[in-house]
């Protein structure tokens, strides 16, 4: 049975592959009322059920967080010598997420890239809410996470400044601003979408509230004019931030003597890998988006096309990325590097990292070359899921291994994960699919505006607009 709008009651127009970045037909009002019911319209079965899920997981996060402020980090399973594990390497994994979503809003919105409009909204959506998770583990991982502030400079009476030549000082500033650009990006792109809904809701409270947030906008020209000029500045702020935030982090490790991290390849190696994770999981959020909410007419089979080229493309950096590590690892003729690199392909670990390389480089690079996959929804979904997987496994290799056996065998150890571990990692995506369930709901998850400017264009092209006036 064909998928009817809960607004329209109107079947959504399917875009096949070739044609425009919409489906034909639509109208300013249309537009409007497809994307504004998803917020306005009733609430479904199916939300509720998600969002049950995701609170659970949300709830499992509180407990494992809870005990970790009554017992102590001795909840984890960090030890000496791995004193970095889950905690630090789902940091960076959420890190690596949020990159997508400021590359697709600003970069591309400098390129003129129509492609990015069905896309935008919920992408810059999901860099606030990974940037916020992972600003959770550094916390967490202190040990005296009430502390956090003494990471900032403020004038206190005990003259105690933060050491400025520490990665870990710049990686709070790094992240901080990262995230503040982003939600003001977010937020100044959301302002005419926020007076479409003001206008259009039913419920005074929900009038109100949008009323409130879209700050009295009445869409005259001098207001579209400072929304450009505020848009197209902050993406010029934002733009550099997608390498240079990753690029912090990834100082984390590479100033360090530790072999596997001293490496002058990570910087450009950890923004090629965060993007291709960030881009997985935009594809994750996509497909059912556009099943669930009847969008398929919005985010067509080119933009899932265009998403699945991009996660080739980044996937092949990551690759060449593995492979001039293992080379420099060799090549140096430095056995400790030589060493590291043959423990994380023979030692205890050897598992993980070869489940790292199919999930990253077998998988994705044999099936992302095929048009068919590239336009089929669900491999896509899943290949999407296999490579997260993979830059999970990956950023954990990268820290365990490198800690576990360094310089002095007396010293090695080994990691195994607890059930607080799990927690913590299981229940920081219920905390981000709690924030995403939510946006969808109250907010529009594509641009209404932006949509309706791509209509206009999109008749203009095909010659509607010209044939009309003559």
Same mark, same amino acid.
């Given at each position: 049975?064909?998928?009817?709008?809960?607004?329209?009651?109107?079947?959504?127009?399917?875009?096949?592959?070739?044609?425009?970045?919409?489906?034909?037909?639509?109208?300013?009002?249309?537009?409007?009322?497809?994307?504004?019911?998803?917020?306005?319209?009733?609430?479904?079965?199916?939300?509720?059920?998600?969002?049950?899920?995701?609170?659970?997981?949300?709830?499992?996060?509180?407990?494992?967080?809870?005990?970790?402020?009554?017992?102590?980090?001795?909840?984890?399973?960090?030890?000496?010598?791995?004193?970095?594990?889950?905690?630090?390497?789902?940091?960076?994994?959420?890190?690596?997420?949020?990159?997508?979503?400021?590359?697709?809003?600003?970069?591309?919105?400098?390129?003129?890239?129509?492609?990015?409009?069905?896309?935008?909204?919920?992408?810059?959506?999901?860099?606030?809410?990974?940037?916020?998770?992972?600003?959770?583990?550094?916390?967490?991982?202190?040990?005296?996470?009430?502390?956090?502030?003494?990471?900032?400079?403020?004038?206190?009476?005990?003259?105690?400044?933060?050491?400025?030549?520490?990665?870990?000082?710049?990686?709070?500033?790094?992240?901080?601003?990262?995230?503040?650009?982003?939600?003001?990006?977010?937020?100044?792109?959301?302002?005419?979408?926020?007076?479409?809904?003001?206008?259009?809701?039913?419920?005074?409270?929900?009038?109100?509230?949008?009323?409130?947030?879209?700050?009295?906008?009445?869409?005259?020209?001098?207001?579209?004019?400072?929304?450009?000029?505020?848009?197209?500045?902050?993406?010029?702020?934002?733009?550099?931030?997608?390498?240079?935030?990753?690029?912090?982090?990834?100082?984390?490790?590479?100033?360090?003597?530790?072999?596997?991290?001293?490496?002058?390849?990570?910087?450009?190696?950890?923004?090629?890998?965060?993007?291709?994770?960030?881009?997985?999981?935009?594809?994750?959020?996509?497909?059912?988006?556009?099943?669930?909410?009847?969008?398929?007419?919005?985010?067509?089979?080119?933009?899932?096309?265009?998403?699945?080229?991009?996660?080739?493309?980044?996937?092949?950096?990551?690759?060449?990325?593995?492979?001039?590590?293992?080379?420099?690892?060799?090549?140096?003729?430095?056995?400790?590097?030589?060493?590291?690199?043959?423990?994380?392909?023979?030692?205890?670990?050897?598992?993980?990292?070869?489940?790292?390389?199919?999930?990253?480089?077998?998988?994705?690079?044999?099936?992302?070359? /095929?048009?068919?996959? %590239?336009?089929?929804?669900?491999?896509?979904?899943?290949?999407?899921?296999?490579?997260?997987?993979?830059?999970?496994?990956?950023?954990?290799?990268?820290?365990?291994?490198?800690?576990? %056996?360094?310089?002095?065998?007396?010293?090695?150890?080994?990691?195994?994960?607890?059930?607080?571990?799990?927690?913590?990692?299981?229940?920081?995506?219920?905390?981000?699919?709690?924030?995403?369930?939510?946006?969808?709901?109250?907010?529009? /998850?594509?641009?209404?505006?932006?949509?309706?400017?791509?209509?206009?264009?999109?008749?203009?092209?095909?010659?509607?607009?010209?044939?009309?006036?003559?």
């Amino acid at each position: 049975m064909d998928p009817v709008d809960p607004v329209t009651e109107e079947k959504p127009a399917f875009v096949e592959p070739g044609s425009p970045w919409i489906a034909p037909g639509h109208s300013y009002g249309s537009v409007s009322d497809r994307i504004a019911g998803v917020v306005l319209g009733r609430t479904r079965k199916g939300w509720i059920f998600g969002f049950a899920i995701a609170f659970f997981l949300f709830l499992v996060l509180n407990y494992g967080i809870t005990m970790l402020f009554f017992v102590g980090v001795g909840k984890f399973g960090i030890n000496i010598p791995v004193a970095w594990a889950f905690a630090i390497t789902n940091f960076v994994w959420w890190i690596g997420i949020g990159h997508a979503g400021t590359l697709i809003s600003a970069f591309l919105l400098l390129m003129r890239q129509k492609w990015r409009t069905s896309i935008n909204r919920f992408a810059e959506a999901m860099t606030i809410f990974a940037v916020a998770c992972a600003g959770m583990f550094p916390l967490i991982h202190m040990g005296r996470p009430w502390l956090f502030y003494w990471l900032f400079p403020y004038p206190d009476t005990m003259g105690v400044w933060p050491q400025f030549r520490s990665p870990l000082v710049w990686d709070v500033f790094a992240v901080s601003t990262y995230f503040t650009v982003s939600l003001l990006f977010w937020y100044v792109g959301l302002v005419p979408d926020l007076a479409t809904l003001r206008d259009k809701a039913k419920n005074k409270l929900a009038k109100v509230a949008y009323g409130f947030f879209s700050m009295g906008w009445r869409g005259s020209v001098k207001h579209w004019r400072r929304h450009e000029v505020a848009s197209l500045l902050l993406a010029g702020i934002a733009t550099p931030l997608v390498v240079s935030v990753h690029t912090v982090v990834s100082f984390d490790f590479t100033i360090a003597i530790v072999p596997g991290w001293h490496s002058t390849i990570f910087p450009p190696y950890f923004v090629a890998g965060a993007i291709y994770s960030g881009f997985a999981m935009v594809i994750m959020l996509a497909i059912p988006l556009r099943k669930w909410f009847h969008l398929e007419d919005f985010i067509t089979i080119r933009h899932l096309n265009n998403m699945g080229k991009l996660l080739l493309a980044t996937g092949m950096i990551v690759t060449y990325s593995y492979v001039m590590e293992a080379f420099m690892a060799f090549y140096s003729a430095d056995k400790f590097e030589s060493y590291m690199m043959l423990n994380r392909m023979t030692g205890p670990y050897a598992i993980v990292f070869w489940t790292l390389i199919a999930c990253n480089i077998a998988i994705p690079m044999t099936f992302l070359w /095929s048009y068919r996959i %590239r336009t089929n929804t669900v491999a896509l979904f899943l290949i999407a899921g296999v490579a997260q997987v993979g830059m999970w496994l990956e950023r954990f290799v990268i820290i365990v291994t490198s800690l576990h %056996r360094d310089f002095v065998p007396s010293s090695w150890g080994q990691f195994y994960p607890t059930p607080t571990d799990w927690e913590v990692l299981f229940g920081s995506l219920g905390l981000f699919f709690c924030l995403f369930y939510l946006f969808a709901r109250l907010l529009p /998850s594509i641009s209404i505006f932006e949509m309706r400017d791509l209509v206009h264009k999109t008749a203009e092209e095909a010659g509607v607009i010209a044939g009309a006036a003559e």
